[in-house]
């Protein structure tokens, strides 16, 4: 029977899409993983950690199995991580193991393109967010002159609280990852319906599956071929369409520097901060 070295890392999260109405899609997504580490000898936690925020401290020595968005990765958790796959998603403005971030506006505002954002109301989740600072950053950079673009800002450490906030007229535009929007839709369709979609930023590669950098090389790589096993065995299809995977691609960090190279060209165009 499989065991489980004591000294093994423990932690295990689904932070990044993890509304309340999806906790059993995500326990399902893990227990399948858990199924497929066990078949390669592993024993591990069988709980996630609901209640891990999107953005934690740091990512702990005992952390096993969690999602953490690939800007930070590059920043306040440089060192920290190692990279197990890149999601696929079945989303809009999904291509591939990359993802955009959308504008989302109420579905009656005027506005008609990001330029008719300009002195609005404007909530994002995190300054350490890829998709709710770092690339709606860069497009505002595009047409901001290097002046301040919006008429008020707000960090709220919550993708789905500002699409609600927008649905509420509470603020007037925000930024959210494309598969954040999709979730949303799908579980909460009557505030969803109250939104639209104004335009889509740049591409970057998805919020990736990662391990803690002092999980042991050979648990790291069961870990890998578990995770790629649930992504493509047809034994694990419902589980997929829980989440919207498609398929979970191998990805190398060196993917990841498109959103550093955003944030300077942002700078270098004056705009280095939302604002």
Known sequence: MATRDPRAPVR??????????????????????RQELANRGDRVPAMLEFERKPVPVEIEPDTLFTQVCGYPLQTIYRGQAALLGAPVYAVNHCDG?????????????????????????FV?????????????????AEIASGRPFFGSIAETH????????????????????????????????????MTRVLAATLP???????SSSATPD????????????????????NVRAGLMLRDIAPIEPASYTVQLRYEGEATELGYPKLK
Not at 12 to 33: G, I
Not at 98 to 117: E, K, Q, S
Not at 169 to 184: H, N, P, Q, W
């Open 12 to 33: 295990a999260s689904l932070p990044m899409y993890n509304l309340p109405e999806m906790r059993s899609a995500n326990a399902a997504f893990w227990e399948a993983v």
């Open 97 to 121: 193991p990359n993802h955009r971030g959308v504008f989302v506006v109420h579905r009656n505002a005027a506005f008609r393109t990001v330029a008719d954002l300009r002195g609005c109301r």
């Open 124 to 140: 994002f989740n995190s300054i350490h967010s890829n998709s709710g600072m770092n690339l709606p950053r860069r497009a505002i």
């Open 158 to 193: 919550s993708q789905p609280e500002n699409i609600e906030r927008i649905a509420r007229s509470e603020a007037d535009a925000t930024c959210v990852d494309c598969v954040t929007y999709a979730f949303f839709c799908r579980y909460r369709p009557q505030l969803a319906a």
């Open 204 to 210: 970057s590669p998805s919020i990736p599956f990662v």
């Open 218 to 237: 050979g648990l790291r790589q069961r870990l890998q071929a578990a995770l790629f096993a649930v992504a493509r065995d047809p034994a694990w299809r």
